[in-house]
Antibody, heavy 121, light 107 residues
Framework: EVQLVESGGGLVKPGGSLRLSCVLSGSTFSNVWMSWVRQAPGKGLEWVGRIKSKKDGETTDFAAPAKGRFTISRDDSINTVYLQMNSVKTEDTAVYYC????????????WGLGALVTVSS | DIQMTQSPSSLSASVGDRVTLTCRASQGISNYLAWYQQKPGKVPKLLIYAASTLQSGVPSRFSGSGSGTDFTLTISCLQPEDFATYYCQNYNSAPLTFGQGTRVEIK
């Protein structure tokens, strides 16, 4: 059974940093592209960014609100993807979902349960 | 960036109704379109990808169509468990984008 488990959420002050982790189990990790999607309270889904597999260059892409502040990395040896969030703003408050890109495209067949990040002073 | 616009933003329907949700892309995305269902407090669930391919395990009352800029999700006979919010997603090229969602409510 494929599972994604996020960790690292919590309360952070504006301007601070936080790192989310996500472990994938039940699936080969090294070949998949991993993404982060967030959902602010009472709002819709917002794509944050993704990291491609090592064989595809391990490059990253980001949505405009995350560009320059967030980074995504991966450690294939422990089936883990990370979202490093720097210079956070109150509008970054959301549930952050880790998602697995399907083999045939960048849509998401598996989602984690989400990690709540609250940015507040 | 490609903008995804869903309509309506919400609708009320009865069990047994046929409902059609629309998603429009600001530029052509071929068939790189997915639909998700999200119930309150739950994780989004993939329903359809490649505009019209039903994800394994999804009931056949769900269907998708479209290509280019205009897409639809149809629920042929609405069931009680289908009351939820539905999102379309463009995955043609980064940055990937979601529509704002259509909430399907009980009439």
């Amino acid at each position: 059974e494929v599972q994604l488990v996020e960790s690292g959420g919590g309360l952070v002050k504006p301007g601070g940093s936080l790192r989310l982790s996500c472990v994938l189990s039940g699936s080969t990790f090294s070949n998949v592209w991993m993404s982060w999607v967030r959902q602010a309270p009472g709002k819709g889904l917002e794509w944050v960014g993704r990291i491609k597999s090592k064989k595809d260059g391990e490059t990253t892409d980001f949505a405009a609100p995350a560009k320059g502040r967030f980074t995504i990395s991966r450690d294939d040896s422990i089936n883990t993807v990370y979202l490093q969030m720097n210079s956070v703003k109150t509008e970054d408050t959301a549930v952050y979902y880790c998602t697995r890109g399907a083999p045939s495209g960048s849509f998401y067949d598996y989602w984690g349960l989400g990690a709540l990040v609250t940015v507040s002073s | 960036d490609i903008q995804m616009t869903q309509s309506p933003s919400s609708l009320s329907a009865s069990v047994g109704d046929r409902v059609t949700l629309t998603c429009r892309a600001s530029q052509g995305i071929s068939n790189y379109l997915a639909w998700y269902q999200q119930k309150p407090g739950k994780v989004p669930k993939l329903l359809i990808y490649a505009a019209s391919t039903l994800q394994s395990g999804v009931p056949s009352r769900f269907s998708g169509s479209g290509s280019g800029t205009d897409f639809t999700l149809t629920i042929s006979c609405l069931q009680p468990e289908d009351f939820a919010t539905y999102y379309c997603q463009n995955y043609n090229s980064a940055p990937l984008t979601f529509g704002q969602g259509t909430r399907v409510e009980i009439k």
